[in-house]
């Protein structure tokens, strides 16, 4: 589907509401505006992911550093469009569908467990919880990973509300959890620390045992 936008404002929307595919207005703050406003702001992060990412490769990173850096911006690029599919596809309510829309499900939910389950290959068990940090890339997963959850819960409360395709939750589930594999994946390959957490840790002295 072709688009061309020449207009940035509108001024539609100065009273508070917007409109969906297929023109129903709604107020900014409705259900459906909240799980696609949610879905947008975790593609923001994740292009923050991905910008710091480039900035690995372009320092120079070589080895296998720079092949996890690589096949990182492929995985990032590609979650990124899904997720303005998803967020099309949250933007359209019941009746407005089009010919050609797309809708995620099962060929994209078993896409995101095979990353899982390759990513994982590189991985230790974890003995303890992981704090998020552990480099800019893998922290800005894990950031994103917090966002893909409050993304899946807003769908799930629109679910409560309106109809929408069970694929939606299925895919913001496991895409949160390829974001913490991910977070560990390309610290392991950078060489960065994790953050562990330390049960009962206070201002850096470990209670008595």
Request: include cysteine.
């Amino acid at each position: 589907m072709a688009i061309r936008i020449n207009r940035v404002y509108t001024r539609g929307g100065d009273k508070g509401s917007t409109h969906l595919v297929g023109g129903a207005e709604v107020p900014k703050d409705s259900p459906r505006i909240e799980a696609f406003g949610t879905v947008d702001e975790l593609n923001s992060i994740l292009g923050l992911a991905r910008t710091f990412n480039e900035q690995t490769l372009a320092a120079g990173a070589s080895g296998r550093a720079a092949d996890a850096a690589r096949e990182l911006e492929g995985i990032l690029m590609g979650l990124q469009n899904e997720l303005f599919d998803l967020g099309s596809q949250l933007a359209t309510p019941p009746g407005s569908e089009y010919p050609g829309m797309l809708v995620l499900g099962d060929t994209e939910v078993t896409a995101l467990e095979k990353c899982i389950d390759r990513c994982q290959e590189d991985l230790q068990p974890l003995e303890s919880f992981i704090l998020p940090g552990g480099g800019t890339v893998a922290a800005f997963l894990h950031q994103a990973r917090t966002v893909c959850r409050r993304a899946e819960r807003r769908v799930i409360e629109l679910s409560h509300a309106e109809t929408i395709d069970p694929g939606a939750i299925r895919y913001l589930n496991r895409l949160s959890d390829l974001l913490f594999v991910l977070s560990r994946w390309i610290a392991l390959h950078s060489g960065t620390p994790e953050y562990l957490w330390e049960r009962g840790l206070r201002l850096g002295k470990k209670p008595a045992r």
